[in-house]
Every structure is written in C-alpha cells, then in structure tokens.
C-alpha cells in the first residue's frame, strides 16, 4: 500500500522528459510564428503578407499550442497531447516536403530565411513529439504500480475482503471464523488484515467463484483477473467501426488530390470566359509538390486507419485530430483565398495583356473542395462518437464486490 501511494504522488510529478518535450512543443510554436515575418521566396514577401498562407500557419501553430496547452495541464495528459503532435507533424510532412522541393528545384538564393525557419519548427515540433511519446510510454512501464486519477483512485480488488463464503461450507456457524459475527460485534471492530492464529488455519478464498465482470486497472481501463471473465469489445462493431473511419479517411484523402480552385476569365467585350483548374495535385506540378501533396494525402488516411485500432480511445482520437487540424488549415486558406486577386500568371498572361483584353479574372472552389470539407467533417464526428463508446460487460454492474458484512451507513444496524 506505502508504495502505491508513493507511486502516484510520483505519477502527478512531470519527468524529464516531459519537461523536454513540452519545450521543444514552446520552441515549435514559437518558430512557426517567427517564420512568418521574414520573406518565404524571394519576390513573394513574407506569409504574413499573404492573406491565404497566413491562415495556413496560423491554424497549424495553433494546432501545435493545443498539443502544448493539453501537455501542460498535467503528466496524465501526455499521451493525449502526444498523440496529437504526431497527427499534426505526420501531415505537415508533406508541405515541408513540398517547400524544401522547391528550394531545391529553384536554387537556394530564392529561398528567404522563413522557408528555413519553419523547416525547423517541423524538426523541432517532430523530436518534441517524439519525446511525448517516450514520456507517455516510460509513465506506464511494465510493473509498476499505476493508478488512473491520482491518489484517491480505488485499487483493484481494494474492497473485496474474504468473507465466510469464500471459505466453502460452513459446518461449525459464523463463530468458527474468530470474531462473535452472530453477536453485538459489528463489522467493523473485525481486524481483516490480523494475521490467522495456530489452529485456525482457513483455506484460501477461491477468487474463480467471484462473479465480477471486470476489476478498474490502474489506467481506467479493463484488466484481467484471476477467474475474472474478460471485458472485450464485441468483434462485428469494432469491426464496423474500423471500416466507417477507413472509409471516411479515405474518401478525405482522396478529394484532397484533386483541384479544389477554379480560375475564369471573363472578357468585358464578348462576353466570354475560360476557366482552368488550379489546385491538382498531378497536373502541371513539379515532381517535388506532388510528392508533397500526395504525403499529406497519404497521412490523413494512414494516421485515422492507424488510430481506430488503438486500445486507449482518447489517444486515437487525438492523434485524428492532429491530423484533421492540419487539413482544416488548407481549407480554410482556400477559403480565404477566394476573395483575392487572381494572378494572370494562371492563363499565361501579364497584367498589362488583362487590362488590354478586357478580362476580368475571378476564382471559385470546386465540388471536390466541398466533399473533402464534409468527408472530413463526417470523420471526425464518426471518431468523436467511437471514442466516447464504452465497452459493455458481461456484468452490467461492472464493479468490484464490496467486503461482506459491508453496508451502507444510511442503513440501521443489524445489532
């Protein structure tokens, strides 16, 4: 008992590392605002000057802030807040891809001091993650005793106490087990834990004949038990539930490749205009953004597929979250990115051959951009109902016996 206390004191006690990780997650969210300022590529200027990037980053340091703050609100958080900077460093893999690509593709001398500043936060945020990840799995090693809500968290099997059916047939009545049971003795002047006197000996309480579905394990999940029946998610809705969020990651993966912007020309003298599509992940891209694109891609299906079949529900759903904030960011910068002046660069021209044509230039979102925003939607409701599911036993009590000869204060006295 003495070192189960001590242990969760220890447990509510951030280790080192978790106070390196929640550093390097201060020092991701700090380079990515930083790397705002400065000019990303030469002749573009800084984000902060473009509107639709500007909001990319600002909602992927957010993202990286929510890991941080959930980090911070205490150790028994770590895995959650771990979870969800993998999610977000898995996805924005792809636009770091993309970005040094294109440094690569074009030369260093017109890439600007931001474009490095926030590959750094990347590889910062990444290590800081992955120090989560150790700090949550050396919290809960093999052996040690845990609890899952701090010290006033029941042990298990705390309250079972061996009581005179566990000790078979009872020939000789309630006096032959010390204490005067059949008298004025209350339960509670019984001392349990004294220990058995010579020639009392009592066989051993046969745990197997104790109808309980479940004992609380130290992290609030199902352990088993000797005799104990084990708790087990049924097989078809896991099932089903794995299929509904590969389905959806799929299909959110999916409309991501495709173009989601649709550039038209409409000429002020004829009347006529041409579009084209902008935005496909395939069409007229250099090699480098195309593996970009299609990594992102690939980490909003991976991370949902990988995180449904987690035991720990919170932590799947964090790690989807990550992951969708990510992806929230590119909507919502398209979104802004509407209402901006379209560049003649899209149809081959100048300024000055628009303003002689006569063309107005104007820009809208595909149908894909509206299957991926509500795909991703859906996903994210379908892992928010998954996760708050519990598993149901086989006892629907689902709790520990309590000691015999137990009641409740509220009750009169049998004496």
Known sequence: METVEHSSVASRRPSALDLVAA????????????????????????L????DQATIYAVVAAAWALALVIGLTGPNRTPVAAALAVGVAATELGFRVADLGDALRYGTQTVG???WLMEAAWVVGAVAAGLAVAAARSRHTPGTPRRSEGADAPEPWS?????????????????????DLAGADTPDSIDWTA?????????EPDLASVPVAVAVGATGGATEEPGVPRAAEDDHERAAWTLL???????????????????????????????????NAFSHQPWQQVVGTVLAAVSLLVVPAVAVRLRNKAVGAAAVCGSLLVLAAQLAS?????????????????????????????????????????????????????????????????TVPRAPFERNEAMPSAS
């Open 48 to 51: 902060m000057s473009q509107p």
């Open 23 to 46: 550093a390097g997650l201060v020092a991701t969210v700090v380079l990515h605002v930083v790397a705002m300022a400065p000019t990303y590529f030469v002749g573009t200027g800084s």
């Open 195 to 203: 220990p058995i006197a010579a020639g009392d000996a009592r066989p």
């Open 113 to 115: 001091s931001g474009l």
């Open 159 to 179: 309250g079972l106490q061996p009581g005179p059916a566990a000790y078979g047939p009872d020939p000789a009545g309630a006096a032959a087990y010390g204490p």
């Open 334 to 398: 398209a979104v802004v990115q509407v209402d901006q002046p379209v560049s003649p660069s899209y149809f081959g021209l100048t300024a000055g051959q628009v303003q002689q044509l006569g063309l107005s230039l104007s820009l809208r979102l595909t149908v894909w951009f509206t299957v991926d925003a509500l795909a991703a939607y859906a996903l994210l409701a379908a892992v928010m109902v998954w996760s708050t599911l519990r598993v149901a036993h086989d006892n629907s009590a689902g």
């Open 245 to 279: 969020v590969i389905i959806l990651a799929a299909v959110t993966a999916g409309a991501f490749l495709p173009a989601w912007d649709h550039a038209v020309a409409t000429s002020s003298v004829t009347g006529r205009s041409v579009g084209v599509d902008l935005g």
